[in-house]
């Protein structure tokens, strides 16, 4: 919002040696944040005058450009009193007409310095100026023309221009909308500094009437007031007051004609939106209703638009006639031929404003308003302001026929101890301060005992409880009063115990090389067909997204893969030669129990409704992605690169489980997006943890990584569920080690993993680990059959080993796992 600071001083009486950067402080420390201070035509230097165009002679050019030599009186000003001659190339000007001239030895904006030269033949002592040359606006067809009761010629144009007056851009947030207008920021400055403060609505308006043009309401929520007034007589060629299109300009917005003028004046002054029809064009009676779903119109920006049922219209016996509060309809549009005007000055229901905004794509000054919620007492006054201008700049009559139909919505009151700011902010405020302040910002207050009582003014919809009567208050008093005290020391005993796994889970994963990374976790079809999902797998069951970021993804993810496969081929396509990445992601499931009941806010739900609440909340828990894709070790003059493999995968996993202390086993899977044959299902104990493995091919060509890919994925809250208590470190024994290492020929559908488990069950206490650490396949065995080398390590924590022990051992770890897995020891 930009307000010039001559505006703001017609409504409030700021003190004389008040700076504009004291100004914008104070405003700022009120919520209102300064964006930016502008001063119209910074730069422009030297001579600048009112100047009368005496002669005008067109001269074609050669190079079809006809071009003006001009004689100008500008006074005293060029030191001689002779006319300047000046070639000008604008044509919107004739002999007569009082222009602004600098002369040599001025600068224009962006340093442009003016001197006496020959050109097209002449020589050229000057320029007439354009707006944009000035800086005053981008309009750079015509040069400007003065009104004829503008200063003699010589006089300096700085004043009649209004150049050096500050302009002071705010940044408005979206719940102070009454601070869209001059009437609001003017008020706030009257508030920041105790001036007195002259309401620009307070004005004697005509009564209600029954001469009032015809207006029908269906739907008075949204649309509570409507107020019509009719000027007839109207000069549509009456031009716009300069001060008003310099202050149009000013706050940013473009000067068109006298009517749309003074719709956009008044509403800059007041904050209430006005529109205007052409009298003439209207059929019958005004109707307020909400459209018909599939009716369609076209607004003033000619587009045709389809509308909702959501929206609210204006009509008359034609049909509609506009989308109430956001946009006109072209059919009773204003133009060059309007003569009779009905005023609008209506209050919308904020809520639908935004959403009909939304839903068609329309951004206005009007609807930013009415969106935000506009004060809805104004209605008469603002198009009686309207009425005012139109007369006395347009030649209109004022018809004596007023119509007001509704009332304006009432305020609740809010109740609150008087303390209550004091003890929010700190700061020591005394209860009568309270009252005052509240009375200052436009409430109306009661007192009983240590209660107040207070009622926001119509202006400020933000204001909804005692906490928002907090802030009016201590805003107001100064947040740099606010004391900095340092906050008491939490009292507990650190972190939890699924904090301190989380934490160690990060480390390790960390330790091994993996870096993480946080992706959006919502999801599409396209996301489970990549990861070539079946149909009916219950990873496709989502919960949908009432407001999606992208249509693509309008679901909340199951799985954690989605993402993190992305980001590992958005990094490979970059460049990266590999990558390891995790994610710890919530997923989620839908409960399948339909949407959650909506209970009112003023009442704790009973244990009842707190059942039927969490009952349709989805089934979640937090899951642990790692992707493995290309170079894990690099190449150079020792050797080759190494890529990714399942092996990399479930070492990860074992690596894991291990600094949490927990034994988990692996078992052979068919589960996508995993490669058939090449996936481990992990669990521990009888509880499946996730799946690991190498990732299917077309996976990896859908997510765009190299071949052989690996990744994890592992229930995080199962994981920690799983893991001990207290994580004991390893035993060492300082007694010799018993090696015993065994070839077994299984067949080629038993994993490493049984056989593994297997040995450990025979072996006994005495067995300190086993490891693979060959696997054969070839004809000294057979067809369909493996052999599998295992390194066996036998080691007593109090004695050595004496000759046998070692032995029997392993006999009754190659016999346990000849009994359950087939298992034949290779001679």
Not at 2 to 28: F, Q
Not at 567 to 576: I, S
């Amino acid at each position: 919002m930009k307000a010039p600071v001559s505006w703001i001083k017609e409504y409030v009486d700021l003190p004389a040696d008040l700076t504009t950067e004291a100004l914008t402080d104070r405003l700022t420390m009120l919520g209102l944040k300064l964006e930016a201070i502008e001063t119209a035509g910074a730069g422009i230097e030297g001579p600048l005058v009112v100047g009368r165009v005496i002669t005008m002679d067109p001269e074609p050019q050669k190079n079809g450009k006809t071009i003006n030599w001009c004689t100008v009186d500008v006074g005293d000003a060029n030191g001689t009193g002779e006319p300047q001659g000046i070639v000008c190339g604008a044509h919107n000007f004739k002999p007569g007409d009082k222009v602004v001239v600098i002369l040599p030895g001025g600068v224009l904006p962006g340093n442009f310095e003016i001197s006496a030269r020959k050109t097209y033949g002449h020589l050229s002592a000057g320029m007439i100026c354009s707006a944009r040359e000035l800086g005053l606006g981008e309009d750079h067809d015509g040069i400007i023309v003065l009104p004829e009761d503008a200063p003699e010629p010589g006089t300096d144009a700085r004043a009649v221009l209004g150049l050096g007056e500050e302009v002071i851009e705010f940044e408005i947030n979206p719940d102070r909308a009454y601070a869209l207008s001059l009437r609001g920021i003017a008020r706030e400055a009257a508030l920041g500094f105790d001036a007195p403060f002259r309401d620009p609505v307070l004005r004697d308006v005509p009564a209600a009437n029954a001469e009032g043009y015809p207006v029908v309401v269906d739907d008075p929520v949204g649309c509570p007031v409507f107020v019509a007034r009719t000027v007839t007589g109207f000069d549509p060629a009456a031009p716009t007051p300069d001060w008003m299109a310099r202050r149009l300009e000013q706050a940013g917005m473009r000067p068109i004609s006298l009517a749309v003028d003074v719709t956009n004046y008044v509403m800059l002054e007041t904050g209430r939106p006005i529109h205007g029809y052409d009298r003439d064009k209207l059929q019958g009676a005004i109707r307020v209703r909400r459209a018909v779903a599939g009716e369609r119109m076209t607004t003033l920006d000619g587009n045709e638009r389809t509308l909702s049922s959501e929206d609210l219209v204006v009509t008359d016996d034609s049909g509609i006639i506009g989308l109430g509060g956001v946009m006109g309809g072209e059919t009773t549009e204003m133009s060059d031929t309007t003569t009779n005007v009905l005023i609008e000055a209506a209050h919308w229901d904020a809520v639908s404003m935004f959403r009909t905004g939304k839903r068609h794509k329309i951004g206005s000054e009007a609807g930013k308003r009415n969106e935000r919620g506009v004060d809805p007492t104004i209605c008469e006054a603002a198009a009686d302001r309207v009425v005012e201008l139109l007369v006395e700049h347009g030649g209109a009559t004022a018809e004596p026929g007023v119509t007001v139909v509704g009332v304006p919505p009432e305020a609740a009151p809010i109740e609150i101890d008087a303390d209550l700011p004091a003890r929010i902010s700190g700061i020591d405020i005394p209860a009568g301060t309270t009252v005052a302040l509240l009375e200052a910002v436009g409430c109306s207050v009661s007192v009983a005992g240590d209660r107040v009582t207070a009622t926001p003014p119509p202006w400020r919809p933000d204001v909804t409880d005692p906490y928002d009567l907090v802030e009016e208050v201590v805003r107001i008093v100064g947040y740099d009063r606010v004391p900095s005290v340092l906050p008491r020391r939490a009292t507990g005993r650190g972190l939890t115990r699924e904090q301190r796994l989380r934490r160690r889970v990060g480390r390790v994963l960390a330790g091994a090389g993996a870096v993480e990374v946080i992706s959006f976790p919502f999801v599409g079809e396209a996301s489970f067909d990549a990861l070539g999902l079946a149909a009916d797998d219950p990873r496709r069951n989502t919960v949908g997204l009432a407001n999606p970021l992208s249509a693509e993804a309008p679901s909340y993810t199951t799985t954690v893969l989605p993402g993190l496969l992305e980001a590992a081929g958005r990094n490979l396509g970059r460049g990266a030669p590999g990558v390891t990445l995790f994610e710890t992601q919530i997923v989620a499931i839908p409960a399948d129990k339909g949407p959650a009941p909506i209970y009112g806010v003023d009442r704790r739900p009973t244990e009842a409704e707190l059942d039927e609440l969490l009952a349709a909340i989805p089934v979640q828990w937090t899951e642990l992605g790692v992707v493995l894709a290309g170079e894990q070790e690099r190449g150079g003059w020792w050797g080759p690169a190494r890529t990714a493999a399942w092996q990399d995968a479930l070492a990860l996993v074992d690596r894991l489980a291990g600094d949490l202390g927990l034994e988990i086993s692996v078992e052979s899977a068919s589960v996508m997006p995993w490669h058939p044959g090449r996936c481990a299902k992990v669990t521990a104990g009888d509880v499946t943890l996730g799946f690991a493995g190498e990732l299917h091919p077309k996976v990896c060509h859908a997510f765009g990584l190299p071949e052989r890919s690996a990744a994890v994925v592992v229930d995080l809250d199962a994981l920690m569920r799983q893991a001990p208590e207290v994580v004991s470190g390893p035993v060492f024994s300082t007694f010799p080690v018993a090696k015993e290492d065994v070839a077994l020929v299984v067949d080629e559908g038993v994993t490493a993993g049984a056989v593994e488990a297997a040995l450990r069950e025979g072996a006994g206490p005495l067995l300190e680990s086993v490891r693979l650490f060959d696997v054969y396949v070839g004809e000294q065995i057979g067809e369909g059959r493996k052999s599998l080398a295992f390194a066996l390590r036998f080691r007593a924590p109090d004695r050595t080993l004496v000759e046998g022990e070692a032995g029997a051992a392993r006999d009754a770890a190659v016999a346990r796992a000849a009994e359950l897995t087939g298992a034949v020891q290779r001679a």
